[in-house]
């Protein structure tokens, strides 16, 4: 049996103004079946001094482990390689975690034994601090009906941070690492396709918007054009019956 019900992974990159928050909602959440891995990926602010303050003001509660800068992929396969917890859930430095949020996590995964992916609803917090709940729609039971929902139509919305995905899934695959952003696409793509996904009743993260975030860097998203695509519809990671998909989805891209 792993260790810990959750394994939580910050890689933090340039945000020592923001860790502090992430860190502190990681540790204020109840119980004793998580572990915390803080990443600094190679960051040139003040993110390993602040790191090894947290370290010791948690003593005992907190990993922190600082390596060269190798991007948010590779950053969160060593997350996967580095803890032992059953789900995995990857907090980027610049958000938080909902104050209930393992415990909406744990509800619906002890109620679905096995369940390969939790999805919960998120906070959006806007640079003037105006908060706004996102909430995807119900999860079809149809592998590519969820496939679709997510890429094709949008109601489906994942955020890192709101999601906890079962250790099993990055057996087969992990986040690929040629890719500096949209990394998580064909992730969470080949998790819907291939896991069971339950949704939860509730917020797990607030997601703080700002222009320098990774998440919204046009530029690198055009830079990996089509070949996210490829990526996303390998066909020996995604069914057949969803392949179809793949077309429609390159021209919207």
Same mark, same amino acid.
């Given at each position: 049996?792993?260790?810990?019900?959750?394994?939580?992974?910050?890689?933090?990159?340039n945000y020592a103004h923001t860790l502090r928050r992430a860190v502190d909602s990681v540790l204020r959440q109840p119980g004793l079946d998580y572990e915390l891995l803080v990443i600094n990926d190679g960051s040139t602010d003040d993110t390993e001094r602040l790191l090894a303050d947290l370290v010791k003001r948690y003593e005992g509660r907190l990993r %922190?482990? +600082? =390596?060269?800068?190798?991007?948010? %992929?590779? +950053? =969160?396969?060593?997350?996967?390689?580095n803890t032992s917890g059953q789900y995995l859930i990857f907090l980027d430095a610049d958000d938080a975690m909902c104050d209930d949020a393992l415990n909406l996590l744990r509800e619906v995964i002890q109620d679905r034994p096995g369940l390969g992916m939790a999805v919960g609803d998120h906070i959006s917090v806007a640079s003037n601090e105006e908060k706004t709940l996102i909430q995807s729609a119900l999860i079809?039971?149809?592998?590519?009906?969820?496939?679709?929902?997510?890429?094709?139509?949008?109601?489906?919305?994942?955020?890192?941070?709101?999601?906890a995905m079962n250790r099993d899934i990055f057996s087969r695959y992990l986040y690929p690492e040629k890719f500096r952003s949209s990394e998580d696409l064909s992730m969470f793509t080949y998790a819907l396709a291939n896991y069971s996904v339950a949704s939860v009743d509730g917020a797990v993260a607030y997601v703080y918007k700002h222009e320098n975030s990774l998440r919204h860097n046009v530029d690198l998203a055009k830079s990996i054009g089509l070949d996210v695509v490829d990526e996303i519809f390998d066909p020996l990671r995604i069914p057949s019956e969803i392949q179809p998909l793949k077309g429609r989805f390159a021209v919207q891209r």
């Open positions: 049996m792993p260790d810990f019900l959750f394994s939580i992974v910050i890689p933090a990159y %922190a482990v +600082t =390596r060269t800068n190798s991007g948010p %992929a590779a +950053t =969160r396969n060593f997350g996967v390689k079809p039971d149809q592998p590519f009906d969820r496939v679709k929902s997510y890429l094709l139509d949008k109601k489906i919305i994942l955020a890192n941070g709101s999601v």
